[in-house]
């Protein structure tokens, strides 16, 4: 049972556009959600997290959305740039201590010039 | 500062075969989790260790094991070697701050062939 979806495989935007990926969780004892962006080579690095207290976080071009009632997160990125075509992986986990990480199956970014 | 260190980059094992990996993680961590990544998904849970204990386990057979030793530095093991555990191996290191979260920090992970 996949407990954290990513349903789009990919998506191609255009520079200076916003992109938007999104994300659905089942599990309810998740609190803490995080995107992980992957280049190929590379392993995944942190790009934001959310709390489950919050519904919104903003860093620089990058804001995450987390809808509590329909286990649903989005990262919104504004304005997109070529540099940010990579993997992007959606993440859940719960504040007991534990760090283990569940993630999503991914959505590869493509950001055309 | 040394981000988390993976090794080797990359091997070739036939089935049957065992292998080792071994990580480093970033300097001040204390907690090494791994995790396996398929082709096409993400990645996945196989345990994590603290205090050279193994502290919590992923949906893995016990053909997946490892260690942590006192620098913090861990492997994984794989005996038995399967076509499907051809996959790239992901360790993460962390600071163990007991009941709130701490970020991960990935390594470039193993990419593992078994033939």
Redesign the interface.
Known sequence: DQQ?K?NSPSLSVQEGRISILNCDYTNSMFD?FLW?KKYP??????LI?ISSIKDKNEDGRFTVFLNKSAKHLSLHIVPSQPGDSAVY?C?A?S????????????TKLTVNP | DAGVTQSPTHLIKTRGQQVTLRCSPKSGHDTVSWYQQALGQGPQFIFQYYEEEERQRGNFPDRFSGHQFPNYSSELNVNALLLGDSALYLCASSFWAGSSYNEQFFGPGTRLTVL
């Not at chain 1, 080579?41 to 942190?46: I, S």
């Not at chain 1, 504040?95 to 991914?106: I, M, P, R, T």
């Open positions: 954290v990513q803490y992980y080579a590379e392993g995944p690095t942190f997290s992986f993440a986990t504040q007991g201590g534990s760090e283990k990480l569940v993630f999503g199956k991914g």
